[in-house]
């Protein structure tokens, strides 16, 4: 049978690989278990850890003999038929004399199993896949609240283990919990030859300088760093600019040790194979041309399963970035972690992805700046090349490359104009890097490739169908999948992603730290901020809802006492819309500034909102986040949804400064409508603490600030009017 007719045939029934044959199904199921305890024996056979300066484990040369014979495996087909070959000529080899002795890292100082053998070789069955794929076991987590020195609280949600018929396929849940347990004493990573050198130089200027802590990572690294090797999928709502290189060192690092584990591991099975064929004499001639020829063929041997250790198609990492800047950064990253002198492409590479932008950026924010001072881009892919002997190459094809680095634009585009998504077929981890900018972007790019992820692929791509793993064949690739979304803010379109896109076997960590001091305090103007809740029943009428209580509470009083100069915040686009409709239909003196206004019509609109000449100012957050404009001449503003940067309102609040410096007499005005299902932006204004007596009450709530530091809150009836202490 041909290698793309078997695909065919495993494509159009995913469980044809399971047995059908109750008895044969028993019989087997010791050897299976057998064979999989033997797969840890053998690797702790040929995996010897040693003792250095770092903490970590770093492993031992093979011995010469078993490294003599790595130098005849060019001679047979066996690589040929792996997932990791490159027609490229420019690319080496996967096996070369220079690490021949080079094996995956496999163990810690305590001679267990790591981490990233666990979650491969987890054997799940058949009950519990399917309800991990079907949402089932939604409601089952266990939830465990963790409270950490630096990270802060967190939540730990581990699936819980179904009503398995047969006791003897339930995995052992004890050695993985204990493997997955997060010491905080701990310092012991598996990190491969390349990365236990090079991380020490990169990461020299954020490493702790206590005695205790002998791994060169801060204690902010350490201890997200044993988060992200427990390969359980990760929400991170700190991603802010004053953290983006010490985050992105850690991230970058636990890619590279995965890419390089999952190579080396390819080698070490392509060595032991090698050995099982071998002819050792003459006259076993004839058996060797057959086993050469079962290896061509794609057929298996006795205990296969051992050698399983590769996806559908080569890629395997998935790094989702907003802008090209952000991808030089990642890539630079990379470079350095491994080490390389010289990068296939580089040259190019600095050039397509190099400061292009012009302009100053002085009077700008400082997040702004670290944003977009540089190519801000955002329709870009890339392939990269990762080698355990510490080069890579750019601008490879993806399925000749390990690591992809894309933009949902970028990336969608390509696949529709190629009609091709096979190579996300096998993506053990995805990367979601500054996931907060894709809501300023369009969040729809992000959804459609996520719904990609871990298909089963149309065509075969000359795959060796005896070493993928079996959850591949099996359509179980979302199980195996980490997934990291990197965030500065918490919405509820990225804690959707964690909870139906992210789908770990090994569970899942939310960061949930409560907000103690609010943005609000940040406003440097006295201000009455006063607070309407709209009642709502219902979050998906919450548009609507939120647009009626607008027409029928806040119309009314624009139309009977205009007040100019007023700046009506909207951050929805489609919010937009209806409140501009609504504005010329009432026929109000306003104009618009929003993201998709030409430069000379932003101008023009920013110069009558200043002179007065126009009462209203239809402002979008959208175009406030990519221009970061400050606009002159305000006196009120109306925040028609809370923004979803937090740090957006105080911003704006403070735009009132320079008009009250010139009217002493003038008294702005603060007005936010905002609904309990935004509690989590209002946290971010006024405070978690202050938010949950918020949503508590009924009534509308007037805040006043009286000093930079100090924030009173005082319950009121409507129309009251702020009280001063």
Same mark, same amino acid.
């Given at each position: 049978?041909?290698?793309?007719?078997?695909?065919?045939?495993?494509?159009?029934?995913?469980?044809?690989?399971?047995?059908s044959? /109750?008895?044969?199904?028993?019989? /087997?199921?010791?050897?299976?278990?057998?064979?999989?305890?033997?797969?840890?024996?053998?690797?702790?056979?040929?995996?010897?850890?040693?003792?250095?300066?770092?903490?970590?484990?770093?492993?031992?040369?093979?011995?010469?003999?078993?490294?003599?014979?790595?130098?005849?495996?060019?001679?047979?087909?066996?690589?040929?038929?792996?997932?990791?070959?490159?027609?490229?000529?420019?690319?080496?080899?996967?096996?070369?004399?220079?690490?021949?002795?080079?094996?995956?890292?496999?163990?810690?100082k305590n /001679?267990?199993?790591?981490?990233?053998?666990?979650?491969?070789?987890?054997?799940?069955?058949?009950?519990?896949?399917?309800?991990?794929?079907?949402?089932?076991?939604?409601?089952?987590?266990? #939830?465990?609240?963790?409270?950490?020195?630096?990270?802060? #609280?967190?939540?730990d949600?581990?699936?819980?283990?179904?009503?398995?018929?047969?006791?003897?396929?339930?995995?052992? %849940?004890?050695?993985?919990?204990?493997?997955?347990?997060?010491?905080?004493?701990?310092?012991?990573?598996?990190?491969s030859?390349?990365?236990?050198e090079?991380?020490?130089?990169?990461? $020299?200027?954020?490493?702790s300088?206590?005695?205790?802590?002998?791994?060169?990572?801060?204690?902010?690294?350490?201890?997200?760093?044993?988060?992200?090797?427990?390969?359980?999928?990760? &929400?991170?709502?700190?991603?802010?600019?004053? #953290?983006?290189?010490?985050?992105?060192?850690?991230?970058?690092?636990?890619?590279?040790?995965?890419?390089?584990?999952? #190579?080396?591991?390819?080698?070490?099975?392509?060595?032991?194979?090698?050995k099982?064929?071998?002819?050792?004499?003459?006259?076993?001639?004839?058996? @060797?041309?057959? +086993?050469?020829?079962?290896?061509?063929?794609?057929?298996?041997?006795?205990?296969?399963?051992?050698?399983?250790?590769?996806?559908?198609?080569?890629?395997?990492?998935?790094?989702?970035?907003?802008?090209?800047?952000?991808?030089?950064?990642?890539?630079?990253?990379?470079?350095?972690?491994?080490?390389?002198?010289?990068?296939?492409?580089?040259? $190019?590479?600095?050039?397509?992805?190099?400061?292009?932008?012009?302009?100053?950026?002085?009077?700008?924010?400082?997040?702004y700046?670290?944003?977009?001072?540089?190519n801000?881009?955002?329709?870009? $892919?890339?392939?990269?090349?990762?080698?355990?002997?510490?080069?890579?190459?750019?601008?490879?094809?993806?399925?000749?490359?390990?690591?992809?680095?894309?933009?949902?634009?970028?990336?969608? $585009?390509? =696949?529709?104009?190629?009609?091709?998504?096979?190579?996300?077929?096998?993506?053990?981890?995805?990367?979601?890097?500054?996931?907060?900018?894709?809501?300023?972007?369009?969040?729809d790019?992000?959804?459609?490739? %996520?719904?990609?992820?871990?298909?089963?692929?149309?065509?075969?791509h000359?795959?060796?169908f005896?070493?993928?793993?079996?959850?591949?064949l099996?359509?179980?690739?979302?199980?195996?999948?980490?997934? =990291?979304?990197?965030?500065?803010?918490?919405?509820?379109?990225?804690?959707?992603?964690?909870?139906?896109?992210?789908?770990?076997?090994?569970?899942?960590?939310?960061?949930?730290?409560?907000?103690?001091?609010?943005?609000?305090?940040?406003?440097?103007?006295?201000?009455?901020?006063?607070?309407?809740?709209?009642?709502?029943?219902?979050? +998906?009428?919450?548009?609507?809802?939120?647009?009626?209580?607008?027409?029928?509470?806040?119309?009314?009083?624009?139309?009977?006492?205009?007040?100019?100069?007023?700046?009506?915040?909207?951050?929805?686009?489609?919010?937009?819309?209806?409140?501009?409709?609504?504005?010329?239909?009432?026929?109000?003196?306003?104009?618009?500034?929003?993201?998709?206004?030409?430069?000379?019509?932003?101008?023009q609109?920013?110069?009558?909102?200043?002179?007065?000449?126009? /009462?209203?100012?239809?402002?979008?957050?959208?175009?406030?986040?990519?221009?970061?404009?400050?606009?002159?001449?305000?006196?009120?503003?109306?925040?028609?949804?809370?923004?979803?940067?937090?740090?957006?309102?105080?911003?704006?609040?403070?735009?009132?400064?320079?008009?009250?410096?010139?009217?002493?007499?003038?008294?702005?005005?603060?007005?936010?409508?905002?609904?309990?299902?935004?509690?989590?932006?209002?946290?971010?204004?006024?405070?978690?603490?202050?938010?949950?007596? %918020?949503?508590?009450?009924?009534?509308? &709530?007037?805040?006043?600030?009286?000093?930079?530091?100090?924030?009173? @809150?005082?319950?009121?009836?409507?129309?009251?009017?702020?009280?001063?202490?």
């Open positions: 049978m041909s290698t793309t007719h078997a695909m065919s045939l495993f494509v159009s029934n995913p469980n044809s690989i399971m047995m044959d /109750d008895k044969k199904r028993n019989s /087997d199921e010791d050897a299976s278990l057998s064979s999989h305890n033997n797969k840890h024996k053998r690797l702790r056979k040929f995996v010897v850890p040693t003792h250095n300066t770092a903490d970590n484990c770093i492993m031992n040369t093979e011995d010469n003999n078993d490294a003599m014979i790595m130098s005849d495996v060019r001679s047979t087909k066996m690589c040929e038929t792996t997932n990791y070959n490159d027609s490229d000529e420019s690319v080496e080899s996967d096996v070369d004399e220079s690490d021949d002795n080079e094996l995956p890292v496999y163990c810690d /001679d267990d199993v790591t981490n990233f053998q666990l979650f491969f070789d987890r054997q799940l069955t058949e009950i519990e896949a399917s309800a991990m794929l079907s949402g089932e076991l939604a409601r089952s987590f266990t #939830r465990n609240n963790r409270e950490w020195p630096i990270l802060g #609280r967190c939540i949600l581990q699936w819980n283990q179904c009503d398995v018929p047969n006791p003897k396929l339930v995995p052992d %849940m004890s050695l993985r919990e204990e493997s997955h347990k997060l010491d905080e004493d701990s310092s012991k990573f598996a990190l030859r390349p990365l236990n090079t991380w020490i130089k990169l990461n $020299r200027p954020y490493s300088s206590s005695s205790t802590n002998n791994c060169n990572f801060s204690p902010l690294q350490l201890q997200l760093y044993k988060l992200l090797s427990s390969y359980k999928d990760l &929400l991170y709502p700190e991603f802010n600019f004053t #953290r983006k290189s010490v985050i992105q060192n850690v991230v970058c690092l636990h890619v590279a040790n995965h890419v390089i584990n999952s #190579r080396l591991l390819v080698k070490f099975n392509n060595h032991q194979l090698f099982k064929t071998s002819c050792e004499t003459k006259s076993e001639t004839r058996n @060797c041309g057959e +086993t050469e020829s079962k290896i061509q063929r794609g057929l298996s041997f006795d205990q296969d399963d051992i050698y399983r250790d590769q996806g559908l198609t080569r890629p395997k990492v998935l790094i989702l970035t907003p802008l090209r800047s952000t991808a030089m950064s990642i890539v630079q990253t990379l470079i350095d972690l491994m080490g390389v002198g010289e990068v296939g492409h580089k040259r $190019r590479f600095h050039k397509d992805y190099g400061d292009e932008t012009e302009g100053s950026f002085r009077n700008k924010p400082e997040d700046r670290s944003l977009f001072s540089h801000s881009d955002d329709d870009f $892919r890339l392939g990269v090349v990762i080698s355990p002997r510490g080069t890579m190459r750019l601008y490879a094809q993806f399925y000749n490359s390990d690591v992809i680095i894309a933009s949902p634009l970028g990336l969608r $585009r390509i =696949i529709e104009r190629n009609t091709d998504q096979d190579f996300l077929s096998s993506i053990d981890l995805l990367v979601l890097d500054h996931a907060d900018v894709f809501l300023m972007q369009n969040w790019h992000l959804l459609y490739i %996520m719904k990609l992820l871990n298909l089963q692929p149309r065509e075969s000359g795959v060796d005896s070493r993928v793993r079996t959850h591949f099996c359509n179980w690739g979302k199980i195996y999948r980490q997934t =990291i979304v990197l965030s500065s803010v918490v919405t509820p379109e990225l804690n959707n992603i964690i909870n139906k896109h992210a789908n770990s076997h090994c569970g899942k960590i939310i960061l949930n730290n409560p907000v103690s001091v609010g943005s609000i305090q940040q406003c440097m103007v006295r201000l009455a901020h006063t607070f309407n809740k709209i009642p709502c029943d219902d979050h +998906t009428e919450l548009p609507s809802v939120r647009f009626q209580y607008f027409q029928d509470r806040i119309i009314p009083l624009l139309k009977n006492s205009p007040k100019s100069h007023t700046l009506v915040l909207i951050p929805s686009s489609f919010d937009f819309i209806r409140v501009r409709n609504k504005f010329r239909k009432e026929d109000l003196s306003f104009c618009v500034v929003n993201e998709y206004s030409e430069n000379r019509d932003m101008v609109s920013r110069k009558e909102c200043f002179q007065g000449q126009k /009462d209203y100012l239809l402002y979008t957050e959208r175009c406030h986040f990519f221009r970061r404009y400050h606009l002159r001449g305000v006196h009120h503003i109306i925040f028609y949804e809370l923004p979803v940067y937090a740090h957006f309102y105080p911003e704006l609040c403070n735009m009132i400064a320079s008009s009250v410096a010139k009217q002493p007499g003038l008294v702005p005005t603060v007005t936010v409508l905002w609904s309990r299902y935004e509690a989590h932006r209002l946290a971010g204004v006024v405070g978690t603490q202050r938010t949950a007596v %918020m949503v508590s009450h009924k009534r509308k &709530l007037i805040c006043s600030l009286l000093e930079r530091i100090k924030f009173q @809150c005082f319950l009121q009836l409507s129309g009251c009017r702020a009280s001063h202490v």
